[in-house]
């Protein structure tokens, strides 16, 4: 015959030991992890003490960006805020894009990309610029380290479209031995731009493909028109291409006109 055993009962006081002992375990675990935290956080053993400076600078150096952006920092290599040091490493002239990572035990490690500038942007006493990727930006114009540089204009961010149709224009009037000077995009939609050799060309509006367009029967034609007046391309005072079937235009010393009819209107 089988006997059950009886089960022991833990004294009521005996588990209230228990849980208080834990509690005070735990309490203390959190105060040594807290105690070690602190310590770590205040050690000067741990302040930011080195900023390695990585990338192909030409307006800037790793001493002046350290000495410009180390001041603004604030905490040591646990606590200091990385977004707010890439903030301002990028407020930095001429800085387009920071990366910044943590570098044991004391360091940061940053990569920084600059502005190649494209053109200028605005009227002519803006000191904007606009970089390859179409984006506007200040700098000090005394830096640049290109010349020849082209006016872009336009609506607020219209940059990267004006930037995208110079590109398209600029090879196209190189065989008339003439470079784009600058390029404007009013805020009716329509195109104006000055040649190097200072002449007034009124592009009219629509796709890139249309503008080119017009601009390409213009080169083409061009010299047959110049030549009969013993003139050049360099001659071109001022042309309308804004007509359906041709272009109005004038040379220094002569006015004339191509195959547009004379009661055509031109393009906006």
């Known amino acids: 015959m089988n006997r059950s055993q009886p ?12 849980i208080t002992a834990t509690v005070m375990f735990m309490g203390c675990l959190a105060a040594c992890v807290m105690t070690v935290g602190w310590w ?10 080195r900023i390695v400076v990585e990338g192909e600078l030409v307006h800037n150096n790793a001493v ?3 000495a410009n952006v180390a001041p ?22 001429w800085v387009r ?3 910044v990572r943590r570098e044991y035990p004391n360091g940061l490690r940053v990569s920084l990309k600059e502005h190649v500038a494209e053109a200028f942007w605005g009227p002519e006493t803006s000191t904007g610029l606009v970089n390859k990727a179409g984006e506007v930006f200040e700098a000090n114009l005394g830096e640049l380290d290109r010349e020849g540089l082209p006016r872009l204009q336009g609506p607020e961010g219209s940059a990267p479209r004006v930037l995208q149709m110079y590109h398209s224009l600029a090879p196209a ?16 939609g329509s195109w104006d731009a000055v040649l190097d050799n200072d002449a ?3 592009l009219g509006g629509g796709t890139t493909e249309d503008v080119l367009q017009r601009v390409q029967r213009l080169v083409r034609t061009l010299p047959q028109i110049t030549s009969q007046y013993q003139r050049s391309a360099a001659d071109l005072a001022s042309a309308d291409l804004r007509y359906e079937d041709g272009y109005a235009l004038r040379l220094k010393g002569v006015t004339t006109g191509s195959s547009a009819p004379a009661s055509a209107r031109p393009r906006r």
């Not at 603004?72 to 002239?93: C, I, M, R, S, Y």
């Not at 008339?176 to 404007?184: K, P, Y």
């Open 200 to 202: 007034q060309i009124e």
């Open 64 to 66: 002046t960006l350290r």
């Open 7 to 18: 089960t022991s009962v833990v004294p009521f006081d005996v588990k209230l030991m228990n």
């Open 97 to 99: 894009e920071a990366q």
């Open 40 to 49: 770590l956080m205040r050690t000067p053993a741990f302040n930011i003490g």
């Open 173 to 188: 009037l190189k065989p008339l031995h003439v470079g784009l000077d600058s390029l404007t995009l009013n805020a009716r």
């Open 72 to 93: 603004v920092l604030k905490g040591n290599f646990f606590t200091v805020d990385l977004k707010a040091a890439q903030h301002a490493f990028e407020q930095v002239p």
